[in-house]
Structure formats: C-alpha cells, structure tokens
C-alpha cells in the first residue's frame, strides 16, 4: 500500500533573523518515490530537512502535517542519513551492518535479518567489501555504506543528506538510480537532500530552493514546461542553476528543449 506525508504552510523564522523562510511551502512525499530538495548554499536546505526531522517547529499558524489524510500531531519517524560518515573505522563492513541489523530489526528472525543485509550490500555494489574494515574503504564505498546501514530500517520514509558527497559524476548518477529503485522496490519514500543539478531526471520530484523561498516544486517533466515558456536568462535567475548542468541534463534525458 501506498502511503503519503503531506507537508502544508511551511515556514519558519530563526528567533534572531527577520527573515521569513520558505513562504507556506507545501508539498507531500509519498512512498515509492525518489524526491530531491536541491539549491545552493543558505538556500534553506537543513533548515527544511530540521523541520521534516520535527527538530524545529514552523512558524505559520496554519502549518499542517498529514499522513494517508490524517493529521499528525507528533514528528514522523524519518530514517535520517548525514551528510557526516559517522562510521567506526575499525569495524568491518559485515560487522556494522549486523549492528545495525540488530538495531533497526529488532524482531526479525537471524535469516531474514542475513537476507535483508545481503540484498542491500548487493543493491549498493558493497557485496564484494563486506569483509574489509572501513578505515580500508575509499570515501564512495565509506558513503555506501552509512546510507546503507540506515537503509536497514523498516521505516518508511528516509531523508540522505548529500548521499553523493565525495563520489565522482558518474557514481552519483548509478547512486541515484540505486535509490530510486530501491524506493520503488521497498515502498520507501527517500528524500535527498543536494545542491548537485546535474541528475534531475532520474528525480520523481524536485523541491527548488533559492535564498530561503521555493522556486519550484514538481516533477522534472514539469520543470521542462516551465522552461519552455522562459527564457534562458530568467531560468537561471529563477532556479539558481547553472546553464551547463542544465543542459548537460537535458542531453543525458534525451530531451532537448529550446530553452
Ligand atoms: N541558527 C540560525 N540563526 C539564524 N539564521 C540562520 C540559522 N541557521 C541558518 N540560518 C539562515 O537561514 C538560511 C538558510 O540556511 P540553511 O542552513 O538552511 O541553508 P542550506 O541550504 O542548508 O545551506 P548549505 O548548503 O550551505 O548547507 C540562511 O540564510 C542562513 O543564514
Ligand atoms: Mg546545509
């Protein structure tokens, strides 16, 4: 079944700023989804994932927090990667991932929980490092495996910050289809969290922002027909983006679009 957290009036103002961030952003994650919150730096970014995560309460009066349709009045539970590898180097990659297993698992039986760390070493291409300690890791397969040891979880809804940190073009392009396919297989809502533009089309939705206010939130097809009635110049201003990354995505999408 699918399941659906909608997010309504968004806002918040840090005690100390007069600014007012994020002007009633609304918007709903739902399960089976692969969902990017991307713009530049001080665009919002952890200050939106903080308020997902319910370590900072919105502003607005109006704010709403709805699961399936159904108002929630405490945080939902999030399965929350940092940007941060917070890995014990000494351990082997086997042994974290039965830690965790036997954190996030807690009733699961010894096969399912050896079946469940098998699956997601093989998803995240880690099978073959199982048996290496983390301080022998490179920085990429390091990254692997925070996002998968959290991946272990049975909850349903999981925000990476940066999952890509540290890995070249290309591993974050495989990354990111790793993630969605594992959204879709497991019926998990996966939010990453990025200021990388260069993968927009392998996101199922993109929440822009730019200095504290949302400039987009839909599907890429979406973003493309807004490019269509704009000109190049204003779509830069508008999302923050840089022409090249946006053009080299369209290329890899096979959409070309005179924008
Ligand atoms: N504790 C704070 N008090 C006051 N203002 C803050 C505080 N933390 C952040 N801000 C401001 O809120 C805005 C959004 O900051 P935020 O940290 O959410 O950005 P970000 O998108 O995560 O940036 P980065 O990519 O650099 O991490 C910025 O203008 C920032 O200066
Ligand atoms: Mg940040």
């Known amino acids: 079944?699918?399941?659906?957290?909608?997010?309504?009036?968004?806002?918040?103002?840090?005690?100390?700023?007069?600014?007012?961030?994020?002007?009633?952003?609304?918007?709903?994650?739902?399960?089976?989804?692969?969902?990017?919150?991307l713009g530049s730096s001080g665009s919002g970014k952890t200050t939106l994932t903080e308020i997902l995560l319910g370590r900072h309460r919105p502003t607005c009066r109006h704010f709403q927090?709805?699961?399936?349709?159904?108002?929630?009045?405490?945080?939902?539970?999030?399965?929350?990667?940092?940007?941060?590898?917070?890995?014990?180097?000494?351990?082997?990659?086997?042994?974290i991932f039965n830690i965790y297993a036997d954190i996030h698992l807690k009733t699961a039986k010894a096969n399912e929980k050896q079946q469940r760390i098998f699956q997601t070493l093989q998803d995240l291409g880690l099978s073959?490092?199982?048996?290496?300690?983390?301080?022998?890791l490179s920085g990429g397969q390091k990254r692997r495996v925070s996002i998968g040891i959290e991946m272990l979880s049975d909850s349903r809804y999981f925000i990476l910050d940066e999952p890509s940190s540290g890995l070249d073009a290309l591993s974050d392009r495989n990354l990111l289809r790793t993630l969605k396919?594992?959204?879709?297989?497991?019926?998990?809502?996966?939010?990453?969290?990025?200021?990388?533009?260069?993968?927009?089309?392998?996101?199922?939705?993109?929440?822009?922002?730019?200095?504290?206010?949302?400039?987009?939130?839909?599907?890429?097809?979406?973003?493309?027909?807004?490019?269509?009635?704009?000109d190049r110049f204003t779509v830069k201003k508008y999302l923050d983006l840089s022409i090249a990354d946006l053009y080299q995505e369209l290329n890899a999408s096979g959409r070309i679009y005179d924008i």
Request: charge should be neutral; proline fraction near 3%; aromatic fraction near 10%.
């Open 1 to 37: 079944m699918q399941h659906q957290l909608d997010f309504k009036h968004i806002c918040f103002q840090y005690p100390n700023s007069q600014a007012s961030l994020f002007k009633e952003l609304n918007f709903s994650v739902k399960t089976g989804e692969l969902v990017g919150i």
């Open 65 to 95: 927090m709805l699961e399936d349709g159904s108002p929630l009045s405490t945080a939902v539970k999030w399965s929350y990667v940092p940007q941060q590898n917070l890995l014990r180097e000494y351990l082997r990659v086997s042994e």
């Open 128 to 136: 073959d490092f199982k048996d290496k300690k983390i301080s022998e």
């Open 181 to 230: 396919i594992m959204a879709r297989v497991n019926q998990k809502a996966i939010v990453v969290i990025t200021h990388n533009t260069e993968n927009l089309a392998i996101l199922d939705k993109l929440i822009f922002l730019s200095k504290g206010k949302p400039t987009f939130v839909g599907s890429f097809e979406e973003l493309l027909m807004e490019f269509k009635t704009t």
